[in-house]
């Protein structure tokens, strides 16, 4: 019996846990292109900023494959898995052979269409490699452009601003965070973002990027310039499927996994950004790149892989970002729809910023500014879709909590963990 | 190496019917975390930055009762936490919070079911929770000193 596990990020030690919490003694086998041990990904805007060190960036203990009895196999790119005979074919020619895989090569970069793309000084913002890049640029003073106002983007300013950079960032729609925020929401953040000098370009987008071998600047679709000394790509990602593409492995915008983390091939599981897997709130497979998820299908795939009977079905988009001086946290539904009712609380003297998303009796998703305190009770009512009716009037409650749940839930809550 | 088997050997529950909403429990909680360990008047007189109590305590009166975390057998917060940060212990079955790796990202508040978490940003931004008074290695200090018996432990094992 060998396990191995394409992958080195959340779901892959989710997975490894998982299978130890079955299997104490086979060996696992991880196989990652980039070269560290296993580190948070969404931890280089920290890096970048400053804010932590790459040692600080390690997700696991330095003695966590010792301790799990793994052997990573690092800075080697998987390059084929041969699905018939069980094994993973790396870029050195060495063959890796499975009892049990599991394909957890998480998300890539979407690279807009713009031209000049290619040019030197011109990053995307996922890996550690790229932090380690913008860092050699981003000196005090110098002048940045990013292009996406999404969470990974306004990130990167962040990090950018506390560097003493002078920030640029220039997105399509119409507000900063369009997947999550509606206009009172991105109104606060741009307020915010103004204290701290980042220019923020709305409906506009890049035509062009200038510069010879090197990035000096951009050229906007409405004919304006803005020069820059490096720039910052954060259009989204995309489920990295590259590795098993023309494969017959089912593959949709992800790698498609039923609710135990398997694919349509035996002894294949998928866990984390590469999986479509079962979105709970919207009841249909969909991707959830987001670390929680990750872990959660990373520990659920390694407990079947290790032979349990779990499942995991309650995935759904969760965000908590700190962004310079706001607090942001979000959950579920994000967008207005058909048959859900919003409820929105705007207090300007304190400056937050609540907004409920209920459907019939459930509350299926939440947006909070600022005061973000025990957002994760909202979290809980959307997991395990409690009747909200009682109790709707209270959900905008500056001091919301177990009281004023009806007693028969109160209790129970009060003597759960 | 496994560390979501175990059980933490004991929990600490509140009797709403018997609170009184003194608050005698968030009181104790600060000394007990304050660097004059216990001693009320010190930490209350002398430090212009105490410590963030560890226990929440919900009131809507003639309602209260205090809420710590329950150091879960299948913690969200360690599942949910960006750095690592957030750790079971599998000795002792607690969820703790290490301070040096945590970078104030607040995915822990948003994925505890609990809503026991809080944001503390008096010396750098943490998020800090019930540690079970871990490092005083005695009862914790809001049982030992709810006056109504409130809040009990229960031993799991």
């Known amino acids: 019996m060998s396990y191995v596990i394409i992958g080195n990020s959340v779901a892959a030690v989710g997975a490894v846990e998982g299978i130890r919490k079955i299997d104490k003694v086979n060996p696992i086998v991880i196989i990652s292109d980039e070269p560290y041990h296993t580190y948070s990904r969404p931890l280089i805007s920290y890096y970048l900023a400053g804010k932590v060190t790459q040692d600080n960036m ?58 000049g793309v290619e040019k030197q000084n011109v990053f995307n913002f996922i890996k550690l490699d790229d932090a380690k890049a913008i860092e050699k640029v981003a000196t005090r003073g110098s002048k940045a452009v990013v292009i996406g106002a999404s969470f990974s983007g306004l990130k990167a300013v962040e990090a950018l601003v506390q560097r003493g950079v002078n920030v640029t960032v220039i997105d399509i729609m119409d507000r900063i965070m369009p997947r999550v925020f509606d206009e009172t929401a991105s109104s606060m953040a741009l307020k915010m973002l103004e204290k701290y000098e980042a220019k923020v370009l709305l409906k506009t987008s890049v035509e062009k990027i200038l510069g010879h071998q090197a990035a000096i600047g951009v050229l906007l679709k409405d004919g304006r310039e803005v020069p820059c000394d490096f720039i910052v790509l954060a259009a989204g990602v995309r489920c990295n499927t590259d590795l098993v593409k023309g494969t017959k492995l089912k593959i949709n915008r992800g790698i498609i996994v039923d609710t135990m983390m398997r694919t349509n091939i035996p002894d294949v599981y998928v866990a984390g950004d590469v999986a479509e897997g079962y979105n709970f709130i919207e009841e249909r497979n969909a991707e959830i790149p987001i670390i929680p998820n990750a872990y959660k299908q990373g520990e659920t795939a390694g407990q079947n892989m290790a032979g349990a009977q779990k499942i995991f079905d309650k995935g759904f988009i969760m965000n908590s970002m700190p962004l310079l001086d706001l607090s942001i946290v979000s959950a579920g539904v994000s967008t207005p ?10 207090n300007q003297e304190k400056n937050t910023y609540k907004k409920f998303y209920i459907r019939g009796n459930n509350l299926v998703g939440y947006l909070l500014i600022n005061d973000i305190d025990r957002a994760g009770i909202y979290t809980d009512l959307i997991r395990r879709k409690i009747d909200i009716s009682s109790f709707e009037h209270q959900l905008g409650r500056d001091d919301f909590g177990f009281i004023y749940l009806p007693k028969a839930l109160r209790s129970q809550l009060i003597l759960e963990g | 190496m496994d560390k979501s088997n175990i059980t933490a050997p004991k929990k600490i529950y509140a009797k709403e019917d018997v609170c009184i909403g003194c608050r005698l429990c968030e009181i104790h909680c600060i000394a007990a975390h304050s660097k004059y360990r216990h001693d009320l008047i010190k930490t209350f007189k002398k430090l212009s930055k105490r410590p963030l109590p560890r226990i929440v305590v919900e009131e809507d009166v003639p309602l ?69 008074c871990l490092e005083s290695g005695s009862e914790p200090a809001c049982v030992k000193n709810c006056p109504n018996e409130a809040l009990y432990i229960k031993s799991l094992v």
């Not at chain 1, 729809?337 to 705007?346: D, P």
């Not at chain 2, 609990?114 to 540690?131: E, F, H, L, M, Q």
């Open chain 1, 58 to 115: 390690y997700y696991r203990g330095k003695d966590f494959y010792n301790t799990n009895n793994v052997e990573p196999i690092l800075g080697v790119k998987a390059q084929h898995i041969d699905f018939d005979k069980k094994e993973v074919v790396l870029e050195d020619g060495r063959k890796i052979s499975y009892t049990k895989l599991l394909i957890a090569t998480g998300s890539k970069p979407l690279t807009p269409p713009i031209e």
């Open chain 1, 337 to 346: 729809g058909e048959g859900i009712t919003v409820k929105t609380i705007y």
């Open chain 2, 64 to 132: 209260s009762f205090g809420l710590q975390c329950r150091h879960c057998d299948e913690p969200e917060c360690v599942k949910a936490c960006i750095t690592g940060a957030m750790q079971k212990d599998p000795k002792t079955g607690l969820v703790i919070n290490d301070a040096e790796r945590c970078i104030g990202c607040w995915t822990c508040i948003l994925a505890c079911p609990y809503g026991v978490i809080r944001r503390d940003y008096t010396n750098k931004k943490v998020a800090s929770k019930c540690d079970f």
